[in-house]
């Protein structure tokens, strides 16, 4: 397991003024190379040998967002990132990419082959055999779906070329892309009337989003061999003070487009465990963490608005 980019010399995303957290905590990660791997927004690594944890970060933010991803199966298993007052600033617009044709090679690259402006890459921190390129999304049905969305990392355009890695993206239905995920994701980013990402609502936001991409969870391969995941979730975490609370997003990867309400898709942290294998917000408290994961529906709907 590695980590990339410059480290995060002031620990911007964790800096409040909150009492630190105390209590067991048995399933917390333990990675002794790779630092960050103790941050809230962190589920379980694997460490199995054939997992990669790439951390993505710059000078001015610290952390972009961290990934797991599997070398065997060329994509990434989660997107974990944050979301507070300092990094949900907005400097930058992905409209800009058009005009860095004459100094980006990707925006080059992208717009002479494929006619678009965005800088989406390979993952140059990948090994060759494990990364994914841009002509296998050429001449199939899937866009490009970003996990960490590009909309979440308006805050300098380092950051935001970063979600254009293509470790950070999986194939995803048109319907899907631009319909339930991204009403989702403007919820999660403030995209939206959703008071989710601001100050009188959460100090920390903690997201971890992904695809499922191991055994029943995968929909299909692509012509060009990549996989398709069947479903989509997002675990969040609110920290407001020391009060937490946290919820879920399951979302089915069907060619329909789902313009329904958000809260059809609503499910607990234990409900994702189960279904992906992945153990959410480990970091936190034991305590705290079964309190926070076993939520009722009811009372997701009503501590995340979205019962009104």
């Keep these: 397991m590695t980590a990339c980019g410059d ?9 409040s003024t909150t009492q630190p957290l105390n209590g067991d905590n048995k399933n917390k990660n333990i990675v002794s190379n790779i630092k960050e791997v103790s ?29 797991e991803y599997d070398k065997t199966l060329r994509a990434q298993r989660w997107t974990c990132f944050t979301l507070d007052k300092n990094n949900s600033v907005r400097s930058w617009n992905r409209n800009n990419w058009a005009n860095y044709a004459s100094t980006n090679q990707w925006v080059a690259k992208n717009l002479a082959e494929y006619g ?5 890459q390979p993952d140059p921190d990948l090994p060759t055999s494990a990364r994914t390129n841009l002509d296998e999304y050429k001449g ?25 890695y293509l470790s950070n993206i999986l194939p995803q239905s048109k319907g899907v892309n631009t319909g339930i995920w991204q009403d989702m994701e403007g919820y999660v980013n403030g995209n939206t009337t959703s008071i989710w990402n601001s100050s009188s609502f959460r100090d920390t936001l903690y997201v971890c989003k992904g695809g499922t991409i191991d055994g029943n969870n995968i929909r299909s391969k692509t012509s060009t061999g990549l996989i398709v995941p069947k479903f989509f ?15 879920g997003f399951w979302v089915e990867h069907t060619d329909q487009s789902k313009k329904d309400g ?4 609503v499910v607990n942290i234990d409900y994702l465990e189960k279904e992906t294998g992945i153990d959410f917000f480990c970091n936190l408290p034991d305590d705290i963490e079964a309190e926070v994961q076993s939520a009722t529906k009811t009372k997701m709907l009503k501590d995340w608005k979205l019962d009104q």
């Design 7 to 15: 480290d995060d010399p002031v620990n911007i995303h964790e800096r």
């Design 233 to 247: 979730f997002m675990a969040l975490l609110c920290r407001k003070g020391n009060n937490f609370k946290a919820l």
């Design 262 to 265: 958000v809260e059809n898709y």
């Design 39 to 67: 941050r809230l927004e962190f589920p379980k690594v694997k460490d199995d040998g054939n997992s990669i944890v790439l951390v993505r970060s710059t000078s001015g933010f610290g952390v972009t967002y961290s990934i």
């Design 116 to 120: 678009f402006s965005d800088p989406f």
């Design 140 to 164: 199939i049905s899937f866009q490009r779906g970003h996990i960490c969305a590009s909309s979440d990392r308006l805050y300098s355009k380092d950051a935001n070329e970063q979600t254009f």
